[in-house]
């Protein structure tokens, strides 16, 4: 019985043993399966963070690049605007020189009596205080018109044909019909080639 229960020790001893150096074996495989999923799952999360934080760059440097250009557009804008708020300012200091206007506001009607292209003639109608220069222009002129005022005629004439047609003739209102063709020449001037 002592030799069966050695025998049966023994084996069991070996049993042990193996069983122990199979858990061993598979306990080391698991780390190294474990430690190769990590170092994957790492791998793809540094990857997905580089893709994260390059997308992130690249809008950024296009948010900045669109405020860049808003601002430059902005610069532009309000710059052109300057200028045709200076040219106002000119018009308005030539409608108040008594030396230069006059021979302006003549030129203005004559080119509106022309623009009525021999139509009859009703009225003259021009700014308030433009009533006595109308009254010796008309006279000058020989139109024999009455001479009427408003105040949404400023630096010019309006004449009224009998066929009711109606031909304006100011300096400002020949500003602002030249406006859009010029802010981009005025622009060009201002910022060159860079202004588109």
Known sequence: MADLSALLEKEASTEIEAILSEARKRASEIAVGASSEAQALEATRARAVKSQSEALLVRAKSAAQLEASSLRLTAQHDAVQGVFAAVSAQVDEL??????????????LAEAVAGAGGQALQA???????EALAEKAVADAGLGLPVETADD????????????????????????????ELASEVSAALFGAKAG
Request: glycine share 12%.
């Open 124 to 130: 003259l109608v021009v700014g308030r205080g433009d």
């Open 95 to 108: 409608l108040a020189d008594p030396a230069r206007y006059p021979a302006v506001f003549a030129k203005l």
């Open 153 to 180: 005629v400023r630096g010019g004439v309006r004449l009224r044909t009998v066929n009711h047609s109606v031909i304006e003739n100011t300096l400002h209102g020949r500003l602002e019909a030249l406006r859009g």
